[in-house]
């Protein structure tokens, strides 16, 4: 019983020295199963997961695009660690949460808004004692006074 297969496909057109291809990895799953498609190269170096499932059980990713959207469900984000860069808040119409989880997001206090606030940016402003959480999202600043 074949068990694994690795494949070169050849993909687009074909021209003098340049035959672009993939790379595509195969595995069984059972015994009374055939070979099917896990992941795949291909010629541009893009990786994608057949499955749509990606599963990194490692300490750190760096330097990753993850298309244009990250989507994380259940526990997606857990343990320590640090997150660094930019994050962006971007809406639809309408916007639900349910947060079932700790930790928490250090956001600094400033006297006064952003002076030009962009879509994402998240702020606490502190103004003669009265503090508010205010966040840019569809070029609407959203605020609300904290307790």
């Known amino acids: 019983v074949q068990s694994a297969d690795l494949r070169a496909v050849t993909e687009g057109s074909l021209a003098a020295g340049q035959v ?8 069984l799953e059972t ?9 795949r190269i291909a010629s541009a170096g893009d990786l994608k997961a057949m499955n ?3 599963d990194l059980n490692s300490r750190s990713l760096k330097n990753a ?14 343990g320590g660690g ?5 994050m962006a808040f971007s809406a639809k ?8 989880a700790q930790g928490f997001i ?10 030009a606030p962009a879509n994402g940016d998240m702020w606490v402003e502190d103004i003669a004692g009265v503090r508010k959480l205010a966040v ?12």
């Not at 640090?82 to 930019?86: D, L, N, W």
């Open 20 to 27: 672009p291809s993939r790379l595509a990895f195969f595995t």
């Open 93 to 100: 119409p309408a916007i639900t949460a349910s947060v079932a």
């Open 31 to 39: 015994a009374a199963g055939g070979l099917l498609e896990r992941w």
């Open 106 to 115: 250090n956001v600094p206090i400033a006297t006064a808004a952003p002076s």
């Open 136 to 147: 840019r999202i569809g070029g609407v600043t959203y605020s609300a006074t904290l307790a």
């Open 65 to 78: 695009v993850l298309g244009t959207a990250l989507n994380l469900n259940g526990q997606a984000l857990s």
């Open 52 to 54: 749509g499932d990606l």
């Open 82 to 86: 640090t997150f660094s860069g930019a």
